[in-house]
């Protein structure tokens, strides 16, 4: 999976899992599964992160812990978005009109099915706050109706 590297990775696996609150152990995981890739292999197998990395885990981590996507739907999210990453550099480095809007058409279709899985998600999370909604104004009112009878 690509991602952008535009600065100096100088940071080894164990500093760059520190500075992205993660394990060593996180970030091979990650990059076994195509979800980073160092920004640079040096030999003897050592991996240097750069920022772009750091930026990527707390991405990731971001889309499990706050938006509650399992690693399959991270890596579709990911895909998106290097894609969409890779239209804006088109963008820009085209002023032609037929140009722009094949980038515009192409975004368009990166997009879409990246707005119907949070779409997706977020009516089940609305789905599952109802039922928490729900269980709880039931615990109040049982809780009323002991503390008015005893």
Excluded at 114 to 119: E, I, R, S
Excluded at 126 to 142: V, W
């Amino acid at each position: 999976m690509s991602q952008p590297t535009g600065e100096c990775a100088d940071l080894r696996i164990g500093e760059a899992a520190a500075r992205a609150g993660v394990s060593e152990r996180t970030l091979r995981y990650y990059e076994e599964l195509g979800l980073l890739c160092p920004a640079e292999h040096r030999p003897g197998g050592n991996r240097r992160y750069g920022e772009a990395e750091i930026e990527r885990v707390r991405r990731i981590r971001h889309l499990q812990e706050l938006v509650g996507l399992n690693l399959d739907e991270i890596r579709s999210v990911l895909a998106s978005e290097d894609r969409i990453g890779a239209l804006r550099a088109q963008w820009h480095s085209s002023e032609d009109h037929s140009s722009r809007t094949a980038v515009l058409r192409d975004a368009i279709a990166a997009t879409e099915p990246l707005l119907a899985q949070v779409t997706d998600r977020r009516q089940q999370l609305d789905a599952f706050l109802g039922e928490l909604q729900a269980r709880l104004e039931r615990y109040r009112t049982l809780l009323g109706e002991l503390e008015t009878t005893h």
